[in-house]
């Protein structure tokens, strides 16, 4: 059974950082990419970045480059969010997920997988 659990959300200042864990644990295969969503009170849920596990590609929102980085630790199966210069806009529930379609972007229906979510908050 496939499952992914996220992890390091909490409370943090504006211009603050915080790192978010996704691990995965499960896969009968190695080809996959992990995506981070985030959705806040009343918005529709975004795509914030994703990573392919198989090459490295990474992929970000405008609204996150240059604060956000993603990154894979294929050995623990772990993949991970470092948030930095953090804004109030940044609140939201975050999620991780996985889709099979690592070699082009994707839709947010074609992840197959989904984490049960972290909060961030940013406070002003």
């Known amino acids: 059974e496939v499952q992914l659990q996220a992890s390091g959300g909490g409370l943090v200042q504006a211009g603050g950082s915080l790192r978010l864990s996704c691990a995965a644990s499960?896969?009968?295969?190695?080809?996959?990419?992990i995506g981070w969503f985030r959705q806040a009170p009343g918005k529709e849920r975004e795509g914030v970045s994703r990573?392919?596990?198989?090459?490295?590609?990474?992929y970000y929102a405008d609204s996150v480059k240059g604060r956000f980085t993603i990154s894979s630790d294929n050995a623990k199966n772990t993949v991970y969010l470092q948030m930095n210069n953090m804004k109030p806009e940044d609140t939201a529930v975050y999620y991780c997920?996985?889709?099979?379609?690592?070699?082009?972007?994707?839709?947010?229906?074609?992840?197959?997988?989904w984490g049960q979510g972290t909060l961030v908050t940013v406070s002003s």
């Open positions: 997920a996985a889709t099979p379609y690592y070699w082009r972007p994707v839709s947010v229906n074609e992840y197959d997988y």
């Open positions: 499960g896969f009968t295969y190695d080809d996959y990419a």
């Open positions: 990573i392919s596990r198989t090459d490295g590609t990474t």
